[in-house]
Structures are given as structure tokens and as C-alpha cells.
């Protein structure tokens, strides 16, 4: 190719498997390089250095993310498997007294956290800024201790 496209192909494969592998994601949650109908998220490269997370759904493009760097690709790839790895988990793992959304977000924190402490800070204030009333803002968890001291 010669123009970086397949170092960069090769990069996000390695670590998007590594951190899958030290998070303890199952793979299949994890973006892949081959266009993907039925909403699950694909990476495409563009020219120039462009990055791409998209998404499909019958047929049309329901989700696009555009970047030129690899790392933000990566924090978007693993914040969206690790939500659905901790949204597994936390059915699996209901907590006494603990709404299921937080008990997902208490998981996906430490996830994220395990992978990159800022990832884990990133995804808590994006959640606040999206959450309508500061009824909903007040469940959200705090950062596992380790990153909030």
C-alpha cells in the first residue's frame, strides 16, 4: 500500500486484541475490519489517515465516528465492548439493592480503568453529560479507587 494504511490496520488489530485479552473482553464484542450489517460497529480506514468506527443497520449507516487517531479509535472500540461485556455481567451479577445500570456502569468503569485509568474518567463524564436530570446524574458510581484518590 504505502501509505501506512496496512501498519495501521495491523497496530489497531494488536492492541484492540491485547486489551481485549487483559480486560478479559470476549472478542466477538470487539470491531472488525470487514463491513458488518445489523448494527455492530466496524473499522474502516480512509485515506489521509482517517479512522472510521461504523456502524450499519439494514443496509444504512446508523453510527460513524471519523478520527485520525488510532489511540481515540481504540477508547471508542473498547468504550462500546466493554459496555456490553459489563452489561452481561452486571445480568449476571445482580447487586442487592443496586439499580442494573449502575451495577453496568460500576463494571465498565473498572474495565475501562484496567485498560487506561483516563478511559475510565473519560466514559464517567461523558455519562453524566448525557444523563437528562440530576436524579439519574447521582446514581452514576465513582471511579475505582485507585484512579479516584
Wanted: net charge negative.
Amino acid at each position: 500500500m504505502g501509505d501506512g494504511t496496512e501498519e495501521v490496520r495491523n497496530y489497531l488489530a494488536q492492541e484492540l486484541d491485547r486489551m481485549a485479552a487483559a480486560a478479559g473482553l470476549d472478542p466477538v464484542l470487539l470491531p472488525g475490519f470487514e463491513p458488518r450489517d445489523g448494527g455492530y460497529a466496524f473499522i474502516e480506514l480512509g485515506g489521509g489517515g482517517e479512522l472510521r468506527l461504523r456502524a450499519c443497520e439494514r443496509g444504512r449507516l446508523v453510527r460513524e465516528l471519523v478520527t485520525h487517531d488510532p489511540h481515540e479509535l481504540l477508547y471508542w472500540a473498547l468504550r462500546d465492548a466493554s459496555f456490553e461485556a459489563a452489561g452481561r455481567w452486571a445480568a449476571r451479577n445482580r447487586q442487592p439493592g443496586e439499580a442494573y445500570r449502575v451495577t453496568l456502569w460500576r463494571r465498565q468503569f473498572a474495565v475501562l480503568h484496567a485498560l487506561e485509568p483516563e478511559w475510565a474518567a473519560r466514559r464517567r463524564t461523558e455519562l453524566i453529560d448525557s444523563l437528562p436530570t440530576p436524579e439519574d446524574v447521582s446514581l452514576v458510581p465513582d471511579l475505582p479507587r485507585t484512579l479516584a484518590s
